[in-house]
Every structure is written in structure tokens, then in C-alpha cells.
């Protein structure tokens, strides 16, 4: 794998429970993606200041938190992401595709999500992102 593919399979992963951080870590691990994992909005953000990634995967940020400052962390790490497509991930059934599109997310997957739903959520949207990829 040349370092431009390495660069195109980099994942930021953003997960709280760590016993689903991990399970998703090692299964994209397994499909050929570098997965670096954040528990928090900060270590996310540390994370994007530190390396480009291809794509974020992200939990909503602990639900139990108010609804404004959710929004303001996962808008923080979009803005910190500049232009990297963000898939978020919730257990929050009330929210909508519409909500998070009409605030630049990429994509949006319901949990609990079967892996290969995410891993076909994720391969879609990097294949969007970069047409080059479809080759």
C-alpha cells in the first residue's frame, strides 16, 4: 500500500462506550482502513490537528448531554475536519438524515447499525468524496 492509500483509508474514529469504540476500531482495522479512535469532542479535535484523515465516523457525543451543546461539539469537530466528509453514528431515534445534512454532515446511520451497513455508508461516501477512487 503506497502512503497516498494509506492517507485515503484514514479514519477518525469518535466513539464514548469503549466496548463499541473498539469493536468498530478492529473491524475496520480488518478492512484495510487506519482507524485512530477519540472518546471525546477534545481528543477529536487533538486528533485533526495532529494528521488529515480521509473520513470521521461519529457517535453524536453523549445523547444525555443537552441537545445545543451536542451540536456544538460535533460542529466543532466539522469545522476542525475542513471539508472531510462526517458519518454520524446515534441511538437517538428521533433524529433525521435532514437534520445533520442541513448542517453539512455526510452521512447518518441509526444504532444499533450492522457493520457492513457502516462499512457500505463509509465506502459510498469516500467514493463520493473522491471520484478518483472508483477507478
Known sequence: MQASDTADRAILLIEDDHMIRDLLAEYLGEEGFTVTTAADATAA????????FALIVSDALAEQ???????????AIQRA?????????TA???STYADYAARGFS???IK???LEAL????????RDT???RNG
Open 65 to 75: 448531554r443537552p441537545h445545543e451543546e451536542r451540536w456544538s461539539q460535533l460542529d
Open 107 to 109: 452521512g447518518l446511520l
Open 112 to 114: 444499533p447499525f450492522d
Open 45 to 52: 479535535l487533538d486528533a485533526l490537528a495532529a494528521r488529515p
Open 81 to 89: 475536519a475542513q471539508g472531510v466528509p462526517v458519518i454520524i453514528c
Open 119 to 126: 462499512l457500505a455508508l463509509i465506502v459510498h461516501t469516500l
Open 92 to 94: 437517538h431515534r428521533a
Open 130 to 132: 473522491c471520484p478518483m
